[in-house]
């Protein structure tokens, strides 16, 4: 288990451009082989180069666990290709496109927007096969933006209240903590890219930042 510090496109924002579960990672084209590399053998994944919807945005676009992959209905045919020859995935028909800013999950349960659809709530029950709650953090709904989580921990934007906290706690079966990424951005998705085996943090990230990741995330 290893954390390493990178940036994509020279931005910290790794997490908006990438995705990763415990088996793969999506990341948008125009990264090098050695970056590539490094982040299959940080997470321990097999990687996938693509963009969805036409957007190097990935990591805002997708979300999921080990079970699916859900994506938006704006993906195109051969985006979704590249991504079935490793994973299943599971197209979401909402009007949401950002399905990473509005879902956290892990492989035991999942958080999700309070006014996402039934589509949305119905494609993270029955297609990643785990219970969802309504949930908010630190008084926004953008519960997947605000948090990161895997099947170790979920670190959480530290605006987050107790009562908040406590919700995601209890929907994914991990303990949580609270901390900041890139030296002080509360959208802690922004600047992490994680799973049980390790993690790829933005560049700006803090020392007391990377402490508290490493010890909620297990790492």
Same mark, same amino acid.
């Given at each position: 288990?290893?954390?390493?510090?990178?940036?994509?496109?020279?931005?910290? /924002?790794?997490?908006? +451009?990438?995705?990763?579960?415990?088996?793969?990672?999506?990341?948008?084209?125009?990264? #090098?082989? &050695?970056?590539?590399? %490094?982040?299959?053998?940080?997470?321990?994944?097999?990687?996938?180069?693509?963009?969805? *919807?036409?957007? $190097?945005?990935?990591?805002?676009?997708?979300?999921? /666990?080990?079970? @699916?992959?859900?994506?938006?209905? $704006?993906? &195109?045919? +051969?985006?979704?290709?590249?991504? %079935?020859?490793? !994973?299943?995935?599971?197209?979401?028909?909402?009007?949401?496109?950002?399905?990473?800013?509005?879902?956290? #999950? /892990?492989?035991?349960?999942?958080?999700?927007?309070?006014?996402?659809? @039934?589509?949305?709530?119905? @494609?993270?029950?029955?297609?990643?096969?785990?219970?969802? @709650? +309504?949930?908010?953090?630190?008084?926004?709904?953008?519960?997947?933006?605000?948090?990161?989580? #895997?099947?170790?921990?979920?670190?959480?934007?530290?605006? #987050?209240? %107790?009562?908040?906290?406590?919700?995601?706690?209890?929907?994914?079966? =991990?303990? $949580?903590?609270?901390?900041?990424?890139?030296?002080?951005?509360? +959208? =802690?998705?922004?600047?992490?890219? !994680?799973?049980?085996?390790?993690?790829?943090?933005?560049?700006? $990230? &803090?020392? *007391?930042?990377?402490?508290?990741?490493?010890?909620?995330?297990?790492?």
């Amino acid at each position: 288990m290893a954390i390493i510090l990178a940036d994509v496109f020279g931005s910290p /924002n790794i997490g908006v +451009y990438c995705f990763a579960n415990e088996k793969i990672a999506i990341v948008p084209p125009g990264l #090098t082989h &050695r970056k590539i590399g %490094q982040f299959a053998e940080t997470l321990g994944v097999e990687v996938c180069n693509t963009t969805i *919807a036409g957007s $190097t945005l990935v990591g805002a676009l997708v979300t999921g /666990n080990s079970n @699916a992959i859900l994506v938006p209905h $704006t993906i &195109r045919d +051969y985006e979704l290709e590249r991504i %079935q020859r490793l !994973a299943k995935v599971v197209v979401v028909n909402s009007r949401w496109t950002a399905l990473g800013n509005v879902i956290l #999950t /892990n492989d035991n349960g999942a958080v999700v927007h309070p006014e996402a659809s @039934a589509n949305v709530v119905r @494609a993270v029950e029955e297609e990643l096969k785990v219970k969802s @709650a +309504y949930g908010m953090l630190g008084t926004l709904p953008f519960v997947g933006a605000l948090g990161v989580a #895997t099947n170790r921990g979920a670190m959480l934007s530290p605006k #987050t209240s %107790q009562e908040e906290l406590d919700v995601v706690k209890m929907a994914l079966h =991990v303990e $949580t903590d609270l901390s900041s990424t890139n030296g002080g951005v509360p +959208y =802690v998705k922004s600047g992490i890219l !994680a799973n049980s085996k390790g993690a790829v943090v933005g560049p700006l $990230t &803090r020392g *007391a930042e990377l402490m508290q990741i490493s010890r909620t995330l297990g790492l």
